[in-house]
């Protein structure tokens, strides 16, 4: 799917900031409506109108953005690398990409939509549902495309972000807004030999549309969450198809059957039906934790189980099944990946990698396999968050070395040291629905950047005493967590061995936990 630019918005410039034309007539046009309807509606105090800076263009970025203006902020620019809004949604392209939460959540509550094709929507649907919103609520004006940010600088003297875009240009603002989330720095194996492959190679967030897979002899490096769902459909594509496993997932069936005519036209006419599945879905999600009951894990695994039986090949089945406990690592779901190993043309591999050649992947034990277009399943470095680019803070700390042991904030949002940056799906936030809990991010933000500007600050940092607490605190309830302990490596794990990604608790109790807005959690200074 080709993002259209906006009629006269100039999709590399948008409208970076307040006094900064966006282009052509219509862009004008939008801006000078936008300046009316903030004259109208704006509940900002006389206090200031702060330069904000967002950085990323998928849902967390688009949330922010609304709500800003919502607020009556309309000083702000999106900063997006790609050509698009969408985020990941609009990176990964790979065929079956869908999402693992249900549509009917998985959206924004301000903006339900009513006809999801199916409960579990593919990624065209959410990308096509984000550029509506985006469209919608008026964000593309604000959006600067292509030119992502490649490193932010605090000022300590002038009280102002400096950040440096992939173009070189500096932009300034007062506020910065993270919101490139986790997935945002992919994997690349180190693989002997791996840059010496001659045939077709990319990673599955890259895919090549342009290249076609059929009648090739592809290998697929990597058995989890992107690797599950573009396998099945390879394997109808390509003339034979190597998996090479290093660990094997728990794969859960889901109940995914496409909504009928009726059931969509349902959904459409009642207003609450689609509220009404949402809600349901939230309160499944949180009453059955597999995470915190063991009794409800060891039904996961069961269920797990009795789906590898769909396997004939008995040696196959026996390496597909998890050597961890559910919730180790990221639970996957799928219908068709166990089912995609009876195929004739499906190879599932489980030797280590040795080497790769130029046109073959050679394995431990000595065989080599010709291959055609390599297909690196390998993920993202979801650690990371945003050390993925360069920041400085206060008195030059640099952020790299503020987390030399692993991402840490404060519930999520700031991290001690870097004043007035706030990050949606920061460390320790990922829980059910990511959209939900960004949105719930965002509301807290905004009554921070409401009470910089009634008191005339110029800038606030979370003290560095309160957030070690409150990561202290994090840790012992994660080692509560038994599947996080049982020895399972990378994706939530820092390399010193903290868990950097997960809340530890259910969503509402994140909810909860920001409600609770204290000003005195934070140092400030004034303008």
Same mark, same amino acid.
């Given at each position: ?17 307040? $006094? ?35 950085? $990323?263009?998928?849902? $967390? ?12 902020? %309309? ?16 990176? &990964? ?38 550029? $509506? ?50 997935? +945002? ?69 889901? %109940?995914?059957?496409? !909504? ?22 939230? %309160? ?28 004939? +090949? ?20 799928? +219908? ?26 050679? @394995? ?8 055609? @277009? ?45 004043? +007035?940056?706030?990050?949606? !799906?920061?460390?320790?936030? &990922?829980?059910?629905?990511?959209? @939900? ?53 990378? !994706? ?36």
């Amino acid at each position: 799917m080709v993002h259209e630019a906006t009629p006269g918005v100039n999709p590399r410039v948008g409208a970076p900031l307040r $006094g900064i034309d966006s282009g052509g007539p219509t862009g004008l046009q939008k801006r000078v409506e936008q300046e009316e309807s903030r004259k109208m509606t704006s509940n900002k105090k006389e206090g200031g109108d702060p330069r904000i800076a967002i950085m $990323g263009a998928g849902p $967390g970025g688009l949330c922010m953005g609304i709500k800003l203006r919502e607020a009556g902020f %309309e000083n702000f620019v999106i900063l997006e690398r790609s050509p698009q809004v969408g985020g990941t949604w609009n990176f &990964n392209r790979y065929p079956g990409c869908a999402c693992d939460i249900p549509s009917h959540l998985y959206s924004f509550s301000f903006e339900i939509k009513p006809d999801w094709k199916r409960p579990y929507a593919t990624q065209p649907e959410i990308l096509e549902y984000l550029e $509506g919103v985006a469209d919608k609520y008026g964000m593309l004006p604000f959006c600067r495309f292509d030119d992502g940010v490649a490193s932010a600088a605090w000022s300590d003297e002038r009280a102002k972000w400096i950040l440096r875009l992939d173009s070189g240009e500096k932009v300034e603002a007062d506020i910065v807004v993270s919101a490139i989330g986790m997935f +945002n720095s992919i994997v690349i194996p180190e693989i002997e030999g791996l840059e010496t492959f001659e045939g077709t190679l990319f990673h599955s967030s890259r895919w090549d549309q342009e290249h076609s897979l059929e009648g090739e002899r592809v290998g697929v490096i990597g058995a989890a969450g992107s690797a599950i769902q573009l396998i099945p459909e390879v394997a109808k594509m390509a003339g034979q198809v190597h998996v090479f496993q290093r660990s094997a997932n728990w794969v859960l069936p889901k %109940e995914d059957t496409p !909504y009928t005519e009726e059931e969509l036209e349902h959904f459409r006419k009642d207003p609450n039906a689609a509220q009404e599945v949402r809600d349901g879905i939230f %309160e499944g999600i949180e009453s059955g934790q597999a995470f915190y009951d063991g009794a409800v894990r060891e039904d996961m695994e069961a269920t797990v189980r009795e789906a590898i039986e769909v396997v004939e +090949n008995p040696e196959v089945r026996e390496k597909l099944v998890p050597t961890h406990m559910w919730g180790c690592k990221r639970p996957l779901f799928s +219908n068709d990946y166990y089912v995609a190993y009876n195929r004739p043309n499906l190879e599932l591999v489980t030797e280590g990698i040795e080497r790769i050649t130029a046109d073959s992947v050679v @394995t431990d034990d000595g065989q080599e396999r010709k291959i055609d @277009t390599l297909v690196l399943a390998t993920g993202f470095s979801s650690i990371e968050f945003l050390t993925a680019i360069d920041v400085i803070g206060r008195n030059g700390l640099d952020l790299e070395d503020a987390w030399k042991d692993g991402a840490q904030a404060y519930m999520g949002m700031t991290t001690a040291g870097f004043p +007035n940056l706030f990050m949606l !799906y920061g460390p320790n936030t &990922n829980q059910g629905s990511l959209i @939900t809990m960004i949105e719930w991010q965002v509301d807290h933000i905004i009554k921070h950047l409401e009470r910089m500007v009634d008191e005339n600050l110029a800038w606030i940092d979370v003290k560095g005493d309160l957030q070690a607490e409150y990561n202290v605190q994090m840790q012992k309830d994660i080692e509560a967590v038994e599947p996080w302990m049982d020895g399972c490596t990378g !994706y939530y794990r820092a390399a010193s061995g903290r868990v950097v990604t997960q809340w530890p608790k259910n969503m509402t109790a994140f909810k909860q936990m920001i409600a609770e807005f204290n000003p005195e959690a934070y140092e400030t200074g004034s303008i």
